[in-house]
């Protein structure tokens, strides 16, 4: 008779199967509960039982228990990019902190090969009353590096974080930002083979947003693997190679990022119409949750005004918003901002237009209406894109968005090396005195 004991909840740095792997997770469930009081009885409990030898019965919930993460594998490899996408509660954030070891999993193992470095709730850890110098051989120590690597390596964080006039000030008088970005240069300054990202990369303005994944990159490059988790589907779509949706604690899907990006749309959008190529329709929003103007409806329409689903380099089109508004408004203005999927940095904008600042500002009536872009033709070159897609008032006021609107455009015409669509013709002509 062959006894099989259950797998037990652990976070090993052990040899790997094969010589890229750097973190396989392997049917990882975690579990909270609701309850505080009950949780503290249920931790002393767990305490009493793993000293007196007992089963804990992990695997299974108590009064009000529930499951954050649910039989969740998958596998990193050196150089690997790969996004984490789902929901609010979907259990992204608790995934990272198992693997970071921060908390452990109730039933499964993660193993990790290499140096981690977490940036989750950058400057978390850093002591308010010490100063920034102080902070960073506090939190470098700590991510293991030692005082001579430290040194050696100071004055770059110092730079990247780009705090050199308040190095010497407690990080209490730090803002937000600043304390971020120390967090963020801490990290990487450490030479790490893993990086756990949770959306830290929104911080500070988009110059040095810029510069965080252009350092992304280069680590990239030099083999280091990393996981990141961003509500922003564009910054998955441009950083990442490889992507994981969860939902509800489970894995729903582990694919190419495309394909998971679309699925993780689709299920966002679930009450909406059924999905047509370039159209987007969505559900109707409660009036306690609209600002006075919602976007129904994002889709293009041809040169007769017919709805359609071909999007043409070179072709006669419009781009439509439908909405949907409580009461008049003046002042009204869309604002468009295409990104081209997979065309590097997320901070890279292919086209900004914007309603106000060409000066075409609507009267708006109650009820439906449809907003629209008028282009005499098409200039993106063939691929995929995403576009975000803003009703404001006054440059100011943002009634509603859809911050990722996906489209793609084809092309009959030939653009090789071309980037974008230049309408021509070609002539010859001949001077009535060619030898003058």
Known sequence: MVLHARRQPTHLEDSLESDDLVISVEDVSKKFCRNLKRSLFYGMRDILADFAGGRRHSDQLRLQEFWALQSISFQLHRGEAVGLVGTNGAGKSTLLRIISGLIKPDV??????GRLAPLIALGAGFNPILTGRENIFANMSILGLSTRQIQQRFQDVVAFAEIEDAIDAPVQTYSSGMT???GFACAIHTEPDILLIDEVLAVGDARFRAKCYRRLYDLRQKGVAFILVNHNPQAILNVCNRAIYLAGGRLIISNDVESVVARYEKDLFQN?????PNQLALPPKPQAESSGIDICALFFRDEWGDITEKVL???SLS???SCYAR???SGIALHLKIRRVGGGDSSDIVLYLSGDNDGHLFQTPAGKFELSMQMPYLGLESGSYT??????KDSLFVFDVVQTFRFKVRTDRNMIRCRFYQPRTWSLSIPDNPDE
């Open 327 to 329: 009461e008049p408004h």
């Open 272 to 276: 909406a119409a059924e999905a047509i």
């Open 319 to 321: 781009f439509c918003v």
């Open 108 to 113: 499964g193992q993660v193993r990790v090969r």
């Open 180 to 182: 971020a970005r120390l």
């Open 313 to 315: 380099t070179g072709n």
């Open 387 to 392: 576009m975000s897609v803003k009703v404001k």
